[in-house]
């Protein structure tokens, strides 16, 4: 027999005071990841998605992603995406969304990605072992008295991919703004001036070289 003790002395990822809620789980099949999306964003919900077959493309804050079999992808709230962008290649995924979630390393609700890190995130060895936490929450969320023990659930496979990030997560690609961006940034910014060409592309110039 063996018999492994847990460790009493472990420091939570979730912040005090807070309750996270399941809000919903779905499976998306490669019959539906074919449909056109729209980009959209949520106000109050994390949202967890892992590539169980195939490949797609995915539009996060504008950005083009391509994520396979055996990724997570991590959206925090208010991040816009477009689910499927482009018609995939079978692609199927699992989501699972939570409301009310605070990480205690992380001073924003409802966010389970730290700002340094890309939202798509390989979990490598750990891919069955997830995609089978999800499944668990799919099978409690429609079994009558599941609901508890489906929350519970999504909560573990929070912790587990806290772990993840910490030890898979892969540095957010720096954005490269485009022209047509830096001069409106540079007119929101001094809008009430006289502002000549000239000046604008002093600007472009210097937020292109580092300046």
Not at 44 to 65: K, Q, S, T, W
Not at 165 to 180: F, N, Y
């Amino acid at each position: 027999m063996l018999q492994y003790f847990v460790e009493r002395n472990f420091k939570s990822v979730f912040g005090r005071g807070y309750t996270p809620r399941l809000e919903y789980i779905c499976n998306v099949d490669a019959t539906v990841t074919t449909m056109p999306r729209t980009m959209h964003e949520h106000k109050n919900l994390v949202e967890i998605l892992i590539v169980d077959d195939g490949a797609g493309i995915f539009i996060i804050d504008g950005e083009r992603y391509t994520a396979k079999k055996g990724d997570l992808i991590l959206y925090n709230s208010g991040t816009v995406h477009d689910e499927f962008g482009g018609s995939g290649n079978d692609l199927s995924t699992y989501c699972v969304a939570l409301s009310n979630l605070k990480l205690a390393e992380l001073k924003t609700v409802n966010k389970i990605l730290p700002d340094k890190y890309s939202p798509i995130l390989p979990s490598g060895e750990y891919f069955d072992e997830l995609l089978n936490v999800f499944r668990a929450i799919e099978r409690e969320s429609y079994r009558s008295g599941g609901a508890e023990t489906a929350n519970l659930l999504a909560l573990a496979l929070v912790a587990k991919i806290c772990s993840l990030i910490k030890t898979h997560g892969q540095p957010r690609r720096e954005k490269i703004p485009s022209v047509s961006r830096l001069a409106r940034n540079f007119i929101d910014k001094h809008y009430t001036e006289n502002i000549r060409l000239e000046d604008i592309k002093i600007y472009q110039k210097c937020r292109s070289c580092g300046s």
